[in-house]
């Protein structure tokens, strides 16, 4: 395929172009650059598709759209035949749609619509941020339009791909396969393994959950504990591994590489539990990766320490999460680029499950200030039990929420990364939701 496109903002098109019609879609592009005002995507049989440009021809200057005025407000929910739902939102553009038998004419800036998601820039130009430093979900576009809880980018690509289809039949995209991503952020290593420990637990049975049942079940843990009667109700490892196994899936646990004395730094990475504990899961074929700590994902020097303290134990690590979901943009990315690390999987929302960028696919990244693609491949994060948790008050709903996103996912063929932290399993504030963790991996896994 050619697609000749307008000539500035030649890096962040060519970005997004090639991220929707090579990376998804699996077509071989050719890309021109033209004193054009619009995308026009020349099939093999020379029929042509043009997507209207209603975003990056608006800007002249270097970064110029980097403004927080530049979000919408709202934004229009169309109905035509090629979409894969009964409508979709549109970021950028109209619902202009004119067919003739040799050309296809959309007014949907899908490729704007897609670079906005899938780069995060909403969160670079908004300022305000939560106690943690972090984006707020809910000052997300898509949370403002409801339309968090839908893969948009997939359905932009579901659309060009049935408009392409239209004009030829004979094209063939590239295969997919619902495939699902397990991982555990490794908080916690031990809940009793000191008295401090032990006197924090009861106090939140008795401050924060206001239960004096629970403090007697907590003191009785931490007995039975430190008499080799029972094990840690965090030392869930070869239980979620034995999980994951049993549905033919590699479980990725994600190792906060501190010391104590840092910042929520809350087990020694460098103690024999974590490295005992680590060569378990690597002898079981299991995954070891990356969760960089709380203070790290804005200061490289700090994250590039932290590496190098866990590849000292294993030397292949490759991915990760960092801690709290913090994610400063592109900051974050940069550094994980720098670094050599193939895959973070930070981008996901923390107060609810869904698509914080708008995709189930994984993709390559892009540095919005330095206008270019990163080689650091993002797999964002889809559902995570303490969101989910904090959505849902019923069990019913958290279980159904998971039901229905896999679904979701499964319709466009996507990855879905789950997180179940291995210190909420064990504990009885967490058992209501955790007897159903079996099910759960079923579920989603089949």
Known sequence: MK??????????????????????????????????????????NNKEIIINDNFFSNYTEINGYLHESNIPTKVLYVKNKYIPEKDIPVIYGNDKLELDNNRIICGIDIFASSFFMLTRWEEYVIKEK?????????????????????????????MLWNIIKQLDSSLQRKQRKYA?????????????????KYIKAIAGDLILRKNPLLWFK???????????????????????MNISEKNNLK??????????????????VESNIVRN????????????????????YNKENVFNAELNRLKKIHNNITEGRQHYLRFANPITWQQWNNEGLEIDSTIGYTDFAGFRSG??????????????????????????EGALKYEYMHVAG???????????IKKYKGNFVFLWHNNNLKTTEWQKYSKHYENIISLISH
């Open 3 to 44: 697609i000749k496109i307008p000539n500035n903002y030649i890096n962040e098109r060519k970005y997004i172009v090639s991220t929707i019609i090579t990376d998804f879609l699996g077509f071989t592009l050719d890309i021109e650059f033209h004193d054009v005002n619009n995308y026009t995507l020349i099939l093999p």
């Open 180 to 196: 699902v991503s397990i991982t555990h952020d490794v908080d916690e290593i031990r809940r009793y393994n000191s008295l401090k």
């Open 277 to 296: 504990t680590i060569k378990n899961i690597l002898k079981r074929d299991h995954v070891v990766g990356i969760h960089g700590s709380y203070d790290g």
């Open 218 to 240: 907590t003191t009785y843990d931490y007995l039975l504990y430190n008499l080799k009667l029972k094990n840690d109700p965090y030392d869930t490892f070869d239980y979620l």
């Open 251 to 268: 479980s990725h646990f994600y190792f906060m590489p501190n010391k104590l004395g840092e910042i929520d730094a809350r087990y020694d």
């Open 130 to 158: 939560d106690k943690h430093n972090r984006f707020q979900d809910k000052q997300s576009l898509a949370y403002k339009n409801n339309f968090h809880k839908r893969p948009v980018v997939n359905e932009y690509t579901e």
């Open 398 to 408: 958290f279980l159904e929420e998971i039901g229905k996103l896999s679904e979701i």
């Open 359 to 384: 995709v189930c696919y994984e993709y390559k990244v892009f540095n919005i200030l330095s206008q270019s693609q990163l080689q650091i491949i993002e797999k964002p994060l889809i559902a995570m």
